[in-house]
Structures are given as C-alpha cells and as structure tokens.
C-alpha cells in the first residue's frame, strides 16, 4: 500500500466522490475464514451490474467523530460503525487523525438481498481512499473494500469477478473473460431482511452440519464455473450458477435456528424459470440472502426472457440488467 508522509495527509481538507454497482454471484461467497480481515472460506464470482449505482461522497473534517449520511437522514449506529471500521483502516494507511463526512445515496433496496453492501463499501472504499490521498490501484482498493463487505471487493471490477479466497494480500478481485450475460432481478420483497448475511454467515459456520460441505463443493464449483466461461459454455454456466445458489440455500437452512431466505414466492420464480428453460428458453436462476430471485440469461435473451417472466409473474417488479462498470472516482477536489 502506498502513503502519505503524516505532514501532507493532515495539511488539507479534502474531497472525493466515487460511484458503484451492485454484484450478483454466480457462485457464492458465505463463510469467512477469517472475519477481522474478512478473508472468504472459498473464492466467488460474480457480474457487476449496469443498475441501482451508489454514490459515495467523503470529505475530511475538524469534527471529533465520523458523520455518516445515508439516503438523506442521518445513519444508524450499526451502519455508523461499520462505515468507520472501514475509515479506520484507511486512516491507518494515510497517516491521519482526521475524522470524515460521509454522505452517501443508495439506490438499490437497502438489506433485502440486492447486494446493497457492495456497492455501498466499494463506492466508500475509492470515495475514502482518495479523499486521504491514498493512491491505490484497484486490486488494492478491491482489498480494502472486502474489509467492509466481502461481495464489494468484487463491485470494483467491470461485468465478471472472481475474488480469491487467500490471504489479506491475495484476497482481491479480478475481471475474468466469459459470454456476454444479463440479469433480470425479480423483486418479491424490498423490505430489510430480518437478519444480515453477516450474521446469518456466522450461524451457519457455527451451526449447520453441511457448511464444511458448501466450503468444499464452491470451490469446486468455481473452478468449474472458471472453465466453463473460458469455453463459452453458457449451458454450464447457468447450471452451476444455479445449483451454487440452492447448495448455499441449503447449507444456510441447516443453521440452528434455522435460517430461511426463500420465501413461497422465491420458490414458485425458480419453478417458473425450469419451466421456461423446458420450454426452451435458456434462463437460469440465483438468488442471494433474501427472497428476490435474480434470473440469469444470454445477453442476446435479455428482453426475451424479461417479456416471458412479465407475463408470468406480473406481480413482481423486475430489473433487467446488463454488466456495469466496477467502481470509480467521479470527482475529487484538494487531494495532495
Ligand atoms: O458481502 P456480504 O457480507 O453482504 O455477503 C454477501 C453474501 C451473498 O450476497 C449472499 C453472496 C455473494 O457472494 O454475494
């Protein structure tokens, strides 16, 4: 990591606003290996989206503590907290005492399971980095925003991620070449789950009986998923994609107490999607720590799949979506 001498860091104040992407995974990361560091327990994968972006502004202040703002009120403590673990860090790096005004503005339903976190620590952890002076490349920056929400190491990189289990060093994400896909994300529900990925993470390494089995069979099922892209092999893909999701469903089921994300309604959108995969439509579900269903498919079936599941499920809202850009500096004023 580079720094700053201690003199330079504190002499100005200084601004900067960074702008992310949600990530869906197509395999999933549950589990740490270690949680200070967040270091996953397997590598994961994933698409960036082109929808729902946050935006992130920090800007150094004389203020004794860290203000956050979140969608236009002032943050919670949980939220407050884990904003400044991730300043903390980066304080570190840069030699400074100075505490931060953090305003941010999320566009995707906060806490239901449409990656919220991950745009969220990618946008601060480039917004923060460069409002210190820290200049970091993107495996770096991908590094220090999985210290605040693992799946946002994976929203620094443009469409397809893979993020290496390993260690503090190696622990970053990398674009990774495949077909072109879509998403269409199906919102059943928008509310805040009723309990974090964090801690439901936590329950089912502690609790469920199949969590070493996950471990094992995600990271075979990344290097499956690795070859299939290379080969162009959307057939797998899809297959992997959605039997990584059901095998993480599981695993977290096996918690005790019990922990259940799919609702009925999340059930009856994977049903519909084998029906129309059997109808000869290639589309593929996934779904992460929530009810909503993400639907994954060839780029060129985007509009295809979307006016199929508009006519089956005209209840639910949904998202089509396309790769997006991983996060990036838009604005930057007094840096050093
Ligand atoms: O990064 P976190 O702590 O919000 O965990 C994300 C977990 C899943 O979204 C369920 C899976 C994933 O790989 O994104």
Redesign the pocket.
């Known amino acids: 990591m580079s720094t700053v001498p201690a003199s330079a860091a504190t002499a100005f104040p200084s601004t900067a606003t960074a702008t992310a992407h949600p ?3 197509l ?4 589990g740490k290996r270690d949680e200070s560091l ?1 270091l996953p327990a397997a590598g ?1 994968l ?1 698409l960036t989206l082109d929808v729902f972006p946050t935006t992130t502004t920090v800007t150094l202040s004389t203020d004794p503590a860290d203000v956050v703002w979140h969608n236009g009120a002032v943050a919670g403590r949980e939220f407050t907290r884990r904003v400044g673990g991730l300043l903390d860090t980066v304080r570190q790096r840069a030699h400074s005492d100075s505490h931060a005004l953090v305003v941010t503005h999320n566009s995707v339903p906060t806490g239901a ?1 449409l ?1 919220s ?2 745009s969220g ?1 990618a946008a601060l952890a480039v917004a923060a980095a460069a409002a210190y002076g820290l200049e970091l490349d993107t495996r770096q920056l991908s590094r220090l925003a999985r210290r605040g ?4 190491s ?1 929203s620094l990189i443009d469409g397809l991620a893979v ?1 290496h289990a390993g260690d503090d060093e190696s622990s970053f994400a990398e674009p990774v070449a495949g077909p072109a896909l879509g998403m269409i994300a199906v919102v059943i529900d928008d509310r805040r789950k009723a309990i ?3 801690d439901a ?1 936590r329950l089912t390494a502690a609790t469920s009986p199949y969590y070493d089995a996950w471990v094992a069979a995600t990271a075979a099922d990344l290097d499956a998923m690795l070859a299939a892209l290379a080969r162009d092999d959307f057939t797998a893909v899809g297959e992997l994609t959605e039997s990584n999701a059901l095998r ?1 469903h599981a695993a977290i089921a096996g918690s005790r107490p019990p922990v259940r994300y799919l609702t009925a309604a999340s059930l009856t959108v994977f049903e519909l999607v084998a029906q129309l995969r059997a109808e000869g439509l290639p589309v593929y579900a996934t779904a ?2 929530g009810p909503n269903v993400v639907v994954l498919c060839r780029q060129r079936d985007l509009d295809r799949a979307a006016r199929a599941l508009a006519a089956r499920v005209p209840q639910f809202r949904l998202i089509p979506a396309r790769p997006g850009r991983g996060a990036h500096l838009v604005a930057a004023e007094g840096a050093p």
């Open positions: 990530n869906i995974a395999i999933k990361y549950w967040v994961s994933s399971g990656a976190s991950a620590f929400s693992g799946s946002a994976r993020w974090s990925s964090r993470m993480m992460d720590a």
